[in-house]
């Protein structure tokens, strides 16, 4: 599978371009946020790997204000981020990157959950203003009849998704721009 995904953003001026591809040796998602959410641009360059079972091994960040920060997983489960071991971040499989709806679609792909049924996650969650911070978050997914309900602290969202389990809807932030052709 190959595709082309567009979002824009809701709430404030902004877009995202994604690149997937996914095939026996694994997944990998190209992708560009333009998106000013506190007024300040930000143009943020990000490359995720991940193997044939949607688990996160390789996340590449670019951000126009920043020097490239890379993260790696190898096969005991142990987090690099920038060649340094990150043991706050051991329980982790998926990345959160606060702002695409991508990476949404790394949990709902690799879990497959049946409608009903919930599953706690802990994730490698990437903020990338005011500065870049990489950490650990806990993560809820619940399988809906047309989507998941994502929860995090006191944050919720019901997230419609398309055949692909990629973000087609993802309220007050962004939605997917369908092609027209």
């Known amino acids: 599978m190959r595709r082309q995904i567009m979002w824009t953003a809701r709430n404030w001026p902004g877009c995202e371009h994604l690149d997937l591809r996914v095939g026996d040796d694994g997944v990998v998602a190209d992708g560009l946020i333009?998106?000013?959410?506190?007024?300040?641009?930000?143009?943020?360059?990000y490359r995720i790997e991940c193997d044939r079972a949607w688990r996160?091994?390789?996340v590449t960040l670019e951000h126009h204000r920043r020097e490239r920060t890379t993260l790696t997983r190898d096969e005991p489960g142990r987090w690099l981020v920038n060649g340094r071991e990150r043991l706050d971040l051991a329980e982790c499989i998926d990345v959160?990157?606060?702002?695409?709806?991508?990476?949404?679609?790394?949990?709902?792909?690799?879990?497959?959950?049946a409608s009903g049924v919930a599953a706690d996650l802990h994730v490698v969650y990437i903020l990338p203003e005011p500065e870049l911070t990489v950490g650990p978050a806990d993560q809820r997914y619940?399988?809906?009849?047309?989507?998941?309900?994502?929860?995090?602290?006191?944050?919720r969202a019901d997230l419609a998704i398309d055949r692909d389990g990629l973000v087609t809807d993802y309220p007050d932030l962004w939605s997917m721009e369908q092609p027209t052709a």
């Not at 333009?34 to 360059?45: D, F, S, V």
């Not at 619940?142 to 944050?155: A, V």
């Open 142 to 155: 619940t399988r809906l009849d047309t989507g998941y309900r994502y929860e995090s602290g006191t944050f």
């Open 96 to 113: 959160d990157i606060a702002l695409t709806p991508f990476t949404n679609t790394l949990p709902i792909r690799r879990l497959g959950l």
């Open 34 to 45: 333009l998106a000013a959410p506190e007024g300040e641009p930000i143009r943020l360059a």
């Open 56 to 58: 996160t091994r390789a």
